[in-house]
């Protein structure tokens, strides 16, 4: 159930897009984003010129998902409407054929998980990741969940490249499969209510 592909996108709202937690995305949503992965990307330190182009990013990233998504225009997608936006937009699709504003997003989202900048995700960045935005009380069930998810070409390489975080993470939303390794791609799952 929690690796479910309807609880997996109902997830990556709750967890990855919905930062003020109010059940919906907004446009608040993204202008959080923006001020979150300004800070991220500079380690804490706030630069004004980083955050005006992280605000019209953010910014263009939600009217393409209100585009996409918010099907009764009324400047909110639910859950459902989000849902209803993978399943047209984007299920059985590999990345390069999603729409820019998945794309967009994605590619922001591994550049906040990269936090050493050498492009690509370790144990140790996955590690942070999992732990900003669930309790656990083991190290254990991480480092379990980012085995299940590399490959032994991830684990040469030393760790998960763009080209293939893209590659899960268009998996994840978009592939049925609960089996497929990239149900791994945000840690152990927890069935969102």
Excluded: H
């Excluded at 907004?26 to 979150?36: I, M, P, S, T, Y």
């Excluded at 699709?93 to 900048?117: L, M, R, T, Y």
């Excluded at 293939?164 to 990239?182: G, H, V």
């Amino acid at each position: 159930m929690a690796y479910s592909w309807d609880n997996r996108v109902k997830y990556v709202v709750r967890y990855m897009y919905d930062i003020d937690n109010n059940g919906f995305l907004d446009k608040n949503d993204f202008e959080c984003l923006a001020l979150r992965n300004t800070l991220i990307e500079g380690r804490g330190e706030f630069n004004d010129a980083a955050y005006a182009n992280n605000q019209k990013v953010m910014s263009n990233l939600w009217n393409e998902i209100a585009e996409l998504a918010d099907f009764n225009k009324d400047g909110e997608v639910t859950v459902e409407e989000f849902k209803q936006a993978v399943q047209k937009n984007c299920s059985g699709k590999p990345f390069n054929d999603f729409p820019g504003a998945f794309k967009n997003f994605i590619a922001n989202q591994f550049k906040s998980i990269d936090v050493n900048g050498d492009g690509l995700v370790g144990v140790d960045e996955y590690r942070l990741d999992c732990i900003s935005r669930a309790a656990f009380s083991s190290i254990k069930d991480i480092d379990d969940a980012y085995s299940k998810l590399t490959t032994d070409d991830d684990k040469k390489a030393g760790g998960i490249s763009l080209a293939r975080y893209q590659e899960l993470y268009a998996q994840f939303i978009s592939n049925p499969d609960e089996s497929c390794n990239a149900v791994y791609l945000f840690g152990p799952l927890k069935v969102v209510e």
